[in-house]
């Protein structure tokens, strides 16, 4: 089993809003990672967890928070975002930090209105 | 940090024709992956190949570390190929993957 599930696929919010995008996992993956993704633009990393704690994170606006809870799970929790934070937001996972095949899930797309 | 460029950067095929996707890498590579994007947005893997030549069907990849290269080979294309290939490098500080900006290919019937 190579699946990644994020839930929910699309959400739409206001941007007085909190919500969270949620990602899974059962390959007993060690390494988790966010990206987004604009419309014709390539992924692009924002925050990576490694053995359930951040290890990188790419500068990201405050208004996006991430949480590793456990080895299987990360979330992102969106607050007071803007409109041109609408973008699919992709979860991916891989066995460790870099250098191993990294999975992705069906995304989540997002629009902020 | 790498830097992965992609070429061409659009492709239109005939069904049934073969083409040639092509990847350089600014840095050695110690993970080269390639992907298709459906019209859904989802990344589907096609191959984990940071040295040497793989086939999975139609397809095939090869990647020359020392050149810093990697190719995509599609043969006997069908419409349903179409979408956004991209390919993703990590540097061998075990970096995560950045990725290139991709080849949108058409396939036509």
């Known amino acids: 089993d190579t699946e990644v599930t994020q839930t929910p696929k699309h959400l739409v919010m206001g941007m007085t809003n909190k919500k969270s995008l949620k990602c899974e996992q059962h390959?007993?993956?060690?390494?988790m990672y966010w990206y987004k993704q604009k419309a014709k633009k390539p992924p692009e990393l924002m925050f990576v967890?490694?053995?359930?704690?951040?290890?990188i994170n790419e500068s990201v606006p405050s208004r996006f928070s991430p949480e590793c809870p456990n080895s299987s799970l990360l979330n992102l929790h969106l607050h007071a975002l803007q409109p041109e934070d609408s973008a699919l937001y992709l979860c991916?996972?891989?066995?460790?930090?870099?250098?191993?095949?990294?999975?992705f899930g069906q995304g989540t797309r997002l629009t902020v209105v | 940090g790498i830097q992965v460029e992609q070429s061409p950067p659009d492709l239109i095929l005939q069904e049934g024709a073969n083409s040639t996707l092509r990847c350089n890498f600014s840095?050695?590579?110690?993970?080269l992956q390639w992907f298709h994007q459906n019209p859904w947005g989802q990344l589907i893997n096609l191959f984990y190949?940071?040295?040497g030549t793989k086939q999975n069907g139609r397809l095939s990849a090869t990647t020359v570390a020392t050149e810093r290269y990697s190719l995509l080979y599609i043969s006997s294309s069908q419409t349903t190929d179409s979408g956004v290939y991209f390919c993703a490098g990590g540097d061998s500080g075990n970096t995560p993957l950045v990725f290139g900006k991709g080849t949108r290919l058409s396939v036509i019937a």
């Open positions: 390959m007993g993956h060690r390494a």
């Open positions: 991916a996972s891989s066995q460790d930090e870099g250098g191993t095949e990294a999975f």
């Open positions: 190949i940071p040295s």
């Open positions: 967890y490694s053995y359930e704690k951040l290890s």
């Open positions: 840095d050695s590579v110690n993970n």
